[in-house]
């Protein structure tokens, strides 16, 4: 199924996840999509292994939990985060690191102070590789952390492999 990308969501300087600067990290990119999904796009170096080939299953949880707890962005203009209040996975398959891994998240159901989210990564197959589902609370960021949002340089960032539509 091909499904617009409607709107590109912003990276910071040193997020382990979408940080553009951290030497560490998985530099993250998140894509909304025409059907209210929430799409992340990285592709893992040698350190973000556990098995030989395999991404660490750690890894794979931080990634979940941060493209399920962005997904509350696409209803609330990227002024409400969710912070994760309880989160779970299964592991069904592993996640190869030879190449780009894309992970889904929605939003199942929302109250007033709290959402629920649900995710997976998906192989390049198509198949669901980690499942990943939580509860999280909407928190203004301003009141989450001291944002800088000119010094983290939270931006959006262009790059020329920007796709237009996802194919899933």
Known sequence: M???ITKKQPNSKMCFVCGMSNSFG???RFYELEDGQLLAIFTPEDGH????GRLHGGIAATILDETIGRAIMLAHSGNIWG??????MKLRKP???NGEVRVLARIVSEGKRSFKGEGEILLANGQVAVEGKGRYLKMDIEKIADF????D?????????DPEFIEL
């Open 83 to 88: 912070v994760t209040i309880d989160f779970s």
């Open 49 to 52: 292994q556990g098995y030989p």
């Open 148 to 151: 800088d949002q000119e010094g």
């Open 26 to 28: 998985l530099k993250s």
């Open 95 to 97: 996640v190869p690191i």
């Open 153 to 161: 340089e939270w931006q959006v960032v262009s790059s020329p492999g």
């Open 2 to 4: 091909r499904v617009k």
